[in-house]
């Protein structure tokens, strides 16, 4: 197997960021990033949220790392890792609804079948990403596509503005 295609199978890491063409749309979308929730200090260079919060000493997908976060507030940006999705959607969801976020875009992995996903697209409008995305590791560089496809899900109240945006790199879904 070559090594591209290693990086891109391993369970080893959580640590796949979004390319900065992306974080470029959800900025079109949402205006300025006041936080990201689950980053790095890496990413931010391209993300620059106002307040970030990382995982140091903690496993990233954890109930733990979840709850030590204080309410989310403003226009969030969530790649949430991808080893406790549901419960990073749950908590996105909880915020929204709670009027703490104002709006915000979250990654997934296209995961139908899973109740979580499906619960949510039938709520908010989504973008079902037409190319695999390239994500971009700790070392900077992009191994190749993923392996699944992603989605991006909008959390607010301008999904004409979301619809454009996004529009243009895959298929819009809206509840």
């Not at 749309?25 to 689950?38: E, F, S, T």
């Not at 619960?119 to 971009?136: L, P, S």
Request: net charge neutral; aromatic share 14%; glycine share 8%.
């Amino acid at each position: 197997m070559n090594q591209a295609m290693k990086v891109l199978t391993s369970k080893e890491t959580t640590e796949w960021y979004t390319p900065p063409e992306y974080i470029d749309m959800v900025r079109a979308v949402l205006g300025d990033i006041d936080l990201d929730p689950a980053s790095a200090v890496y990413p931010q260079s391209w993300i620059q949220a106002k307040v970030y919060y990382t995982f140091q000493g903690t496993k990233s997908g954890s109930k733990k790392a979840l709850d030590q976060q204080p309410p989310w507030i403003g226009n969030v940006w969530l790649n949430a890792p991808f080893d406790n999705t549901a419960a990073w959607t749950k908590r996105m969801q909880h915020e929204y609804t709670s009027g703490n976020m104002q709006q915000g875009i979250q990654l997934v992995n296209s995961n139908l079948g899973y109740n979580w996903f499906e619960e949510v697209w039938r709520e908010h409008t989504v973008c079902f990403v037409r190319d695999r995305i390239a994500f971009i590791n700790e070392m900077g560089k992009r191994p190749g596509p993923s392996k699944q496809g992603q989605a991006f899900i909008y959390y607010g109240e301008d999904d004409h503005l979301f619809r454009r945006v996004f529009g243009m790199i895959g298929r819009i879904i809206q509840p």
